[in-house]
T-cell receptor, first 113, second 116 residues
């Protein structure tokens, strides 16, 4: 069953602009993860935020988590054409044993040079 | 370091044929996942293993699909007989689950399957 739902489904911006993608989920989680998928490739893990964390940074990436609203956002600052990809959120749930993650349908980001 | 290796990268076959997809997880990882990705349904978990034991196969669409993990370094996903609606990209992923919480998964580059 779908857990994470990303918003928007597609986003087109100019190089240098910031890109913000949102993710909503339904059940209690132990962590939330963001992945990137380039065309024709597998998903690549970007960042993990635990349920007791509110914000996390990694390079040009900033992730926030609001467990009261069951939502997360991924901000990519100063975007580059190479950031063009699909971005997915995935949740690890309490009771979701053995490492299972539930992925959303993704946001397709296009960064125009 | 070698990542998750999947083979073949592309497979085109006629309906009714048996299809076998292969996966070599990252050495040391103890969990392995098979996913299917289509435009319509997104990324779907088919089955996952922990320490070579199938934990949840509720995502396997029907009895035509089967998966095995005979040892820690190899897994197969088999479709027999194949149908056109099985056409999709199939991904294998692995992770190390050793403590609290769901750890990041490492994905292979997938097998693009076309059933004619």
């Amino acid at each position: 069953s779908q857990q994470g739902e990303e918003d928007p489904q597609a986003l087109s911006i100019q190089e240098g602009e910031n890109a913000t993608m949102n993710c909503s989920y339904k059940t209690s989680i132990n962590n939330l993860q963001w992945y990137r998928q380039n065309s024709g490739r597998g998903l690549v893990h970007l960042i993990l935020i635990r349920s007791n964390e509110r914000e996390k940074h990694s390079g040009r990436l900033r992730v926030t988590l609001d467990t009261s609203k069951k939502s997360s956002s991924l901000l990519i600052t100063a975007s580059r054409a190479a950031d063009t990809a699909s971005y997915f959120c995935a949740t690890g749930n309490y009771g979701g044993s053995q490492g299972n993650l539930i992925f959303g349908k993704g946001t397709k980001l296009s960064v125009k040079p | 370091d070698a990542g998750v290796i999947q083979s073949p990268r592309h497979e085109v076959t006629e309906m009714g044929q048996e299809v076998t997809l292969r996966c070599k997880p990252i050495s040391g990882h103890n969990s392995l996942f098979w996913y299917r990705q289509t435009m319509m349904r997104g990324l779907e978990l088919l089955i996952y293993f922990n320490n070579n034991v199938p934990i949840d196969d509720s995502g396997m669409p029907e009895d035509r699909f089967s998966a095995k993990m005979p040892n820690a370094s190899f897994s197969t996903l088999k479709i027999q007989p194949s149908e056109p609606r099985d056409s999709a990209v199939y991904f294998c992923a692995s992770s190390f689950q050793g403590g609290f919480g769901n750890q990041p998964q490492h994905f292979g580059d997938g097998t693009r399957l076309s059933i004619l």
